[in-house]
């Protein structure tokens, strides 16, 4: 499933998958297939998504 | 002196120590001493196969250990749509020297073999006569005549010596530099910061589940039509050696593909030349030595430059399948942005 709100929250703060990706320590194609709901992260890197987006893990990541 | 720089250097000197040890080994002295292609016809009549015989005149220059290989050319021969693989045996095979004294002979070989046997320099005469085995092959007990092609080769076998001893070594030092040389490296870019992300991590053990697979299955392949005849004797091992570079091909286009492959990750443009000469220089290497020689050699065994035609046909392989990921990812990176792929 595709994870929409992590692109909108990258997008809102006008960052690139490459920009965010190089912030978070990982490959750009990592995000990208984060995006698509192709590759599960790890809690480690989804903290740090959250710490750079400025989000909480529920509001990126928690399903509804 | 830089660090880099002393690294090119101990890399320059334990690839020497291991080329020249491997070049000391493979030998300028060892090889072909002779050999010589024969016609063969088998006449039967009133279901009675003649008993061919042929010979021959060598010379040997040193002495020393010499195989001699009797070998059909082709190896399987057809005769009235069924294929012969051992159409029958070597009854006797004499070595005589000059004076005509007896310095090898033998009896009851398989058709298609090689012995091992002490020469001295001279000249020698080789006689060897063999029958059809009917009962095997009631075909050939019909009436009529065949052709055989067969080949007759004597080999030296170099002594294992002091030079050999040394190249060993040099071998295993030039190895051993190499490999602390890599090690270090990696340790270095470890440090560094380049390293592989979790995703990429998972990516790399499937990969190398699926090179595994894959390995295993042209392997299965390989037994079962080797098992059912197929390919002729010492072909199969030519086969075997291929599943190791399918399964490496697996590895690194799947890499490719899921971006974990380092070397195209960092290094795009050094990564595909680099294959790219790799691939051309072993395929004109095998190529050339595969339209001069066949895939096996005297003994019926497998050729070393097959394994250039098959390193070199990987090469290209991962050179094209490194570009159209190449080109893709040029494309995916482009859209990036907001929207990807």
């Known amino acids: 499933m595709k994870n929409l709100r992590l692109k909108s929250a990258r997008a809102a703060l006008d960052l690139s998958q490459q920009d965010l990706a190089d912030r978070v320590g990982v490959s750009r194609q990592t995000i990208n297939a984060i995006e698509k709901g192709d590759y599960n992260p790890t809690i480690k890197l989804c903290r740090d998504i959250c710490r750079v987006l400025g989000k909480t893990l529920d509001e990126l990541f928690w399903e509804d | ?341």
């Open chain 2, 1 to 341: 002196m830089r660090k880099s720089v002393l690294g090119i250097i101990i890399a320059i000197i334990g690839a020497v120590l291991l080329g020249a040890g491997i070049l000391a080994l493979s030998g300028s002295d060892s090889g072909l001493e002779w050999k010589s292609d024969w016609k063969q016809r088998i006449r039967c009549e009133a279901g009675q196969p003649n008993t061919p015989s042929s010979e021959g005149n060598f010379t040997i220059s040193k002495s020393g250990k010499y195989t001699i290989s009797i070998r059909w050319q082709p190896e399987d021969i057809k005769v009235k749509d069924v294929t012969a693989k051992d159409i029958g045996f070597v009854t006797s095979c004499k070595v005589t020297d000059e004076q005509g004294e007896t310095v090898y002979s033998t009896l009851g070989l398989a058709s298609d073999t090689y012995m091992t046997t002490d020469l001295a320099a001279g000249n020698y005469h080789m006689e060897f006569s063999y029958f059809a085995d009917r009962e095997t092959y009631p075909d050939l007990a019909e009436n009529g005549t065949w052709q055989i092609d067969y080949r007759l080769s004597v080999n030296y076998v170099r002594p294992f010596s002091t030079r050999d001893i040394c190249a060993v070594f040099s071998i295993l030092l030039g190895t051993a530099i190499l490999l602390i040389l890599t090690v270090s490296l990696y340790r270095k870019q470890q440090v560094s910061g380049t390293r592989y992300d979790e995703r990429q991590e998972v990516e790399q053990g499937r990969a190398f589940r699926y090179a595994f697979y894959a390995a295993m299955v042209t392997v299965g392949v390989s037994l079962i039509i080797d098992s059912m005849g197929i390919f002729a004797d010492g072909m199969s091992s030519v086969f075997y050696a291929a599943s190791i570079f399918i399964g490496l091909m697996v590895y690194v286009i799947y890499g490719y593909w899921h971006d974990c492959y380092i070397a195209l990750n960092e290094k795009k443009g050094f990564t595909i030349t680099f294959l790219l000469i790799i691939g051309v220089i072993n395929l004109a290497i095998g190529l050339s030595s595969l339209n001069r020689d066949g895939w096996l050699d005297e003994t019926g065994h497998m050729n070393t430059t097959d394994l250039n035609f098959l390193c070199g046909a990987t090469a290209i392989i991962l050179v094209v399948a490194g570009l159209i990921r190449f080109v893709t990812e040029k494309i995916s990176a482009k859209d990036d942005g907001g929207d990807d792929e």
